[in-house]
């Protein structure tokens, strides 16, 4: 799925760092989340299922919270 950059909004965790190693995301299309790297806004964005990125928020949770 092609991603429109001119045309998303792009958010960033409020717990990222002023140094702006992060990663930022959009939900462009109803069943669809992208993400992209802050510091290159212009380069490739990556789009996955709204399923998919629900499952990947989710393991990342369980993984932080266990160390």
């Given at each position: 799925?092609?991603?429109?950059?001119?045309?998303t909004?792009?958010?960033?965790?409020?717990?990222?760092?002023?140094?702006?190693?992060?990663?930022?995301?959009?939900?462009?299309?109803?069943?669809?989340?992208?993400?992209?790297?802050?510091?290159?806004?212009?380069g490739?964005?990556?789009?996955?299922?709204?399923?998919?990125?629900?499952?990947?928020v989710?393991?990342?949770?369980?993984?932080?919270q266990?160390?």
């Amino acid at each position: 799925m092609a991603i429109q950059q001119g045309k998303t909004t792009w958010r960033k965790s409020s717990y990222s760092l002023a140094h702006g190693d992060c990663v930022e995301v959009a939900s462009p299309l109803v069943r669809s989340i992208a993400v992209r790297d802050s510091k290159d806004p212009q380069g490739p964005a990556l789009a996955f299922s709204s399923e998919s990125w629900s499952a990947f928020v989710t393991v990342v949770g369980d993984s932080a919270q266990s160390l």
